[in-house]
């Protein structure tokens, strides 16, 4: 494990990232259990109330309380800039996000606007302080990295600032002009500007670190991100003003191969790795590469082919591959290597700290903390729901069966990481 452009005595308490960490499965095991209860029709259209709370207890609960989480980690040990008061400042935002997410997933299940405003506010606080105090973090330092990371920040102020326009239009009754098309731009700036900008730059640091594979194209890591900004703001300037609808299909291309070339350059890497030792957190980040390969290859074809973007599963398989695919995928994988080491670091410095420590043992290794056998069960689990998610699309009672399956899969994630939490309290007291 390659550790020697970090600065791991800036690392901030466990209690900033783990609080994320911990909180976002059981949001998967709310997807999970709202899938089950309202069965094959919540995928009756697109633009439902339960599918919008579906999207969102996935896309915010899940995936942005762990991004926040990563992003307050890595920040002082990549960055080496320190965030002020990082154990009441993540608190603060830890809470808004999750409340927030409640609120607007319930406000969409049960229809209620008073749950959407408050979830306005919420939202609002939890994004634009988090991406205040980030920012201004971010402005001091430099690297491939960190304008990676910056223009993730600007990509969620975008998502953030059309997704509460959005949440207005519902929660106060208010005609939006341009709804759909506005709807379309938060999708896209959500899931490829904050979300697939944000993975790419943790992984050009995670990737080679925890893999032990070549370090990513000097040429890749400098370019790929700002260009695949500027394209996205390209496409959203084409797809508000212009009627040719030949310009943006063209310009959605363009998105879809710079996410294709991360995708190939990771699998490449991977082959490549120096360490052969079998490692289950390669097979999170495989299908991961696939699954985005898969969704562009899909995306592309629906440019290109109209008529097959004009199907109603096109968007549903659309979104399963992305998100289900990549997104889930790459970061349950991310989880199953920070999550081990941040706790043996944490216990390794408590234990070298001759103020603290009383008792001198043994600190368990990353394997000890969730082992591999947990990991890979977890996975397995998480790999059948999501093929049986695909098969939902063509036999639609297959949804209740899926959901149980997803159920147990954010379950045993879960488990594994409070059982890491618990090793980690228990060593500590020990050492103390």
């Not at 020697?4 to 994320?20: G, W």
């Not at 960490?21 to 997807?31: D, E, R, S």
């Not at 147990?408 to 050492?431: D, G, P």
């Amino acid at each position: 494990m390659n550790t020697a452009n970090l600065a791991l005595q800036q690392t901030p308490p466990l209690s900033v990232p783990i609080r994320f960490f911990i909180t976002a499965p059981l949001f998967g095991i709310l997807a999970s259990l709202l899938l089950i209860y309202i069965g094959p029709d919540i995928f009756s259209s697109r633009w439902g109330l339960n599918i919008l709370a579906l999207t969102h207890l996935f896309t915010l609960g899940f995936v942005s309380m762990i991004m926040f989480g990563a992003i307050l980690q890595l920040l002082p040990v990549v960055a080496g800039t320190i965030i002020p008061k990082p154990v009441l400042t993540s608190s603060i935002i830890h809470i808004l996000l999750t409340v927030g997410s409640l609120s607007l997933t319930s406000g969409f299940i049960f229809g209620q606007d008073f749950l959407l405003r408050i979830a306005i506010v919420l939202l609002g606080l939890s994004f634009f302080s988090f991406v205040a105090i980030v920012g201004y973090c971010l402005i001091q330092v430099k690297g491939n990295i960190i304008i990676g990371m910056r223009l993730a920040l600007l990509a969620l102020l975008i998502t953030a600032g059309l997704g509460i326009g959005l949440v207005v239009r519902f929660a106060y009754g208010i005609t939006l002009p341009l709804a759909m098309i506005l709807a379309n731009i938060h999708l896209t700036w959500g899931l490829v500007g904050w979300v697939g900008l944000l993975i790419i730059a943790i992984a050009y640091q995670v990737v080679p670190m925890f893999q032990i594979t070549p370090q990513y194209n000097t040429k890749l890591m400098r370019w790929l991100i700002p260009i695949l900004f500027l394209v996205l703001l390209l496409w959203t300037l084409a797809y508000l003003w212009l009627e040719n609808n030949k310009l943006v299909g063209w310009i959605s291309i363009l998105i879809g191969l710079g996410l294709a070339v991360f995708g190939a350059k990771t699998l490449h890497l991977q082959i490549k790795r120096l360490r052969k030792i079998p490692d289950v957190t390669l097979n999170f980040w495989r299908v991961g590469a696939v699954g985005l390969l898969l969704s562009i290859i899909l995306w592309i074809t629906g440019i290109i082919w109209t008529e097959l973007a004009n199907q109603p599963f096109y968007p549903l398989l659309l979104f399963i591959l992305f998100v289900g695919g990549f997104v889930l995928m790459v970061i349950q994988g991310m989880l199953y290597k920070i999550v081990p080491f941040l706790v043996w670091l944490h216990l390794q410095n408590q234990q070298l700290n001759p103020l603290r420590t009383v008792n001198m043992i043994r600190i368990p290794h990353m394997k000890q903390i969730i082992s591999p056998k947990s990991a890979q069960r977890q996975f397995w689990v998480y790999l059948i729901a999501l093929f049986c998610s695909i098969l939902t699309l063509q036999f639609p009672n297959l949804i209740y069966l899926t959901g149980i399956i997803l159920l147990v899969a954010f379950i045993l994630l879960e488990y594994n990481l409070l059982k890491a939490l618990k090793l980690y309290r228990s060593v500590l007291i020990s050492i103390q």
